[in-house]
T-cell receptor, first 110, second 114 residues
Framework: AQRVTQPEKLLSVFKGAPVELKCNYS??????LFWYVQYSRQRLQLLLR??SRESIKGFTADLNKGETSFHLKKPFAQEEDSAMYYC????????????FGKGTSLLVTP | KAGVTQTPRYLIKTRGQQVTLSCSPI?????VSWYQQTPGQGLQFLFE???????NKGNFPGRFSGRQFSNSRSEMNVSTLELGDSALYLC?????????????FGQGTRLTVV
């Protein structure tokens, strides 16, 4: 069965500190993983995806198939990074679906 | 281009009633998915439609149904509402290319069942 686990419900860091939001997955196929972010009063939006290997707003995430992880990292957190972050696994089974983790609320304090 | 539009934004219904929610995808997107978001369960996949056909379905009872029209607009229906159906219902649209399955979300419809 496909599963995405985000072990931390809440992560609080100081501005300028490094951030790592953890995501582990279980999937027997070749995974396609995403990080989505939801800022206060805004819609859920894509932050980054593993196939593009890009850095968005200073965030990066590397797929580690050996550890089945896709942790989100940023070296220096900013107050505007405060938001809800969701790790998601794209599953193709005759149709398309996203399997989301429960989310981690990131709070960056000055 | 215009984003995913969901209507209405808010709904209050009574137990036992039924409700229909609407979603207009981004122009050119043929895949429309629906998700239920609750504080306890998080985001859960309901179903996905493509070219007016349901291709994939999550683990929800038959009271939850949907459809897609020829212009890719989609509706979802919940019959015999229960208190536990209170949630934010999100619609997402995407191009149907397996290597580019970025989903664009609407702002959601907040359903409250009393």
């Amino acid at each position: 069965a496909q599963r995405v686990t985000q072990p931390e419900k809440l992560l609080s860091v100081f501005k300028g500190a490094p951030v790592e939001l953890k995501c582990n997955y279980s999937y027997s196929g070749s995974p396609e993983l995403f990080w989505y972010v939801q800022y206060s009063r805004q819609r859920l939006q894509l932050l980054l995806r593993h196939i593009s290997r890009e850095s968005i707003k200073g965030f990066t995430a590397d797929l580690n198939k050996g550890e089945t992880s896709f942790h989100l990292k940023k070296p220096f957190a900013q107050e505007e990074d405060s938001a809800m972050y969701y790790c998601a696994l794209s599953v193709w089974d005759s149709g398309y679906a996203l399997n989301f983790g429960k989310g981690t609320s990131l709070l960056v304090t000055p | 281009k215009a984003g995913v539009t969901q209507t209405p934004r808010y709904l209050i219904k009574t137990r036992g009633q039924q409700v229909t929610l609407s979603c207009s995808p981004i122009s050119g997107h043929r895949s429309v998915s629906w998700y239920q978001q609750t504080p306890g369960q998080g985001l859960q996949f309901l179903f996905e439609y493509f070219s007016e056909t349901q291709r994939n379905k999550g683990n929800f009872p038959g009271r939850f149904s949907g459809r897609q029209f020829s212009n890719s607009r989609s509706e979802m229906n919940v019959s015999t509402l229960e208190l536990g159906d209170s949630a934010l219902y999100l619609c997402a649209s995407s191009l149907d290319r397996r290597q580019n399955t970025e989903a664009f979300f609407g702002q959601g419809t907040r359903l409250t069942v009393v």
